[in-house]
């Protein structure tokens, strides 16, 4: 009994010595992961990505294009959000600000340019899309169907619907063959059941 729990104390002891390791590991890379500032800028927008900041002081966060502000807000723990930003024909300087409340070394002042979007050329239209005053020296092509003037679809113009007079007797046709190898299976068990 006294190796038994001699191995339970020893199990206890490196469980308990594995798991302070891992409560150290932790504690220390939690300063790390503080304050983690995610900033992205393309050609169309700009989006913000703030996590693990102070929530007991005020945060602010500033995003803007020249003299004009897209983004000014004041922020917790964490903050996310995407800002469409404006039409450009030549990069666009982007300036974000944070302010940590708790501490200046964690407030970021950075600028980001915005390339121009390369947008696919709109297809000219050609000579004969364009409207014109002008009449036009070519006829009009002549509709290929004519509609129907009967209501309701009804008179001889009907679209073919795969339907023909040969459908009935095709039917009729399945119906016998089904009707005769019915007769032979009856025929065969009966013979089945007299050799039996």
């Known amino acids: 009994m006294t190796a038994i729990r001699q191995r339970w104390h020893r199990a206890a002891a490196v469980a308990t010595g594995v798991a302070a390791l891992a409560g150290t590991g932790m504690f220390v890379a939690s300063p790390a992961s503080a304050h983690v500032p995610g900033w992205e800028v393309d050609c169309y927008a700009t989006s913000i990505h703030l996590e693990n900041y102070n929530d007991q002081v005020e945060n602010t966060v500033t995003i803007s294009v020249g003299d004009k502000k897209l983004v000014d807000e004041k922020f917790g723990r964490t903050f996310d959000k995407k800002v469409d930003l404006p039409k450009h ?21 950075e ?21 014109s005053d002008e009449p036009s020296s070519e006829a009009p092509a002549p509709p290929s169907e004519k509609p129907s003037t009967a209501p309701n679809g009804g008179g001889d113009d009907l679209a073919e619907t795969g339907a023909s007079s040969a459908t009935p007797m095709i039917a009729g046709a399945a119906g016998v063959v089904l009707v005769a190898g019915a007769g032979l299976v009856v025929v065969a068990r009966k013979r089945r059941s007299a050799q039996d």
């Open 111 to 131: 600028h980001k340019s915005s390339p121009v979007c390369e947008e696919s050329p709109s297809p000219s239209p050609s000579p004969s899309d364009e409207p």
């Open 89 to 109: 024909t030549s990069p666009l300087d982007v300036h974000l600000v944070v302010k940590a409340g708790d501490d200046d070394k964690f407030s970021r002042d």
